[in-house]
């Protein structure tokens, strides 16, 4: 059996903004959540420890959705706090790809909402609506937004 992507986690300073944007924006809904961690009203070690460390004292999440049934969850670290490190330039985590209805519309969307455009739109398929452009959200994480699946891009070309 293959694998299939459920969700994406991505570290946020503010979730109740980070919520906003992404509703804004991309049209996700919250699915479950916000969630509340504070280690003072946990009885045992938690599943937020298990994978963090014991330094995680407290924090919050939210599961975020789309149509396409691929998650969001975002997470805000509030001790020890969220830390604004960016990592380096070509190490780990680089962005997350969307499709989107209409990649005009949306770009505008981002920017208006306090990101930012990082690239021009381009034409990948010369020929074909297979169109990409990279994005920013207002905490640094970069989003690709393609108009065509991955598997239509790139798939008998």
Not at 4 to 25: M, N, Q
Not at 84 to 103: M, R, T
Not at 110 to 125: A, C, D, H, M, T
Not at 134 to 152: C, K, V, W
């Amino acid at each position: 059996m293959s694998s299939v992507v459920t969700h994406i986690g991505l570290a946020v300073p503010d979730l109740d903004r980070a919520i906003d944007w992404y509703s804004k924006v991309f049209g996700f809904y919250i699915l479950a959540g916000p969630y509340e961690f504070d280690e003072r009203n946990e009885e045992l070690f938690s599943m937020t420890q298990d994978l963090q460390g014991p330094e995680v004292k407290k924090m919050r999440n939210v599961h975020l959705m789309t149509n396409s049934g691929v998650g969001l969850e975002l997470f805000e670290f509030q001790q020890p706090e969220f830390a604004d490190e960016k990592p380096a330039q070509h190490a780990g985590f680089f962005h997350i790809c969307l499709i989107v209805e209409d990649i005009v519309e949306t770009i505008e969307k981002v920017v208006l909402q306090g990101g930012k455009q990082r690239s021009k739109i381009w034409n990948i398929n010369k020929g074909k609506p297979h169109y990409l452009v990279y994005a920013e959200d207002p905490f640094g994480h970069i989003i690709e937004l393609y108009t065509r699946s991955t598997a239509e891009v790139y798939g008998n070309n």
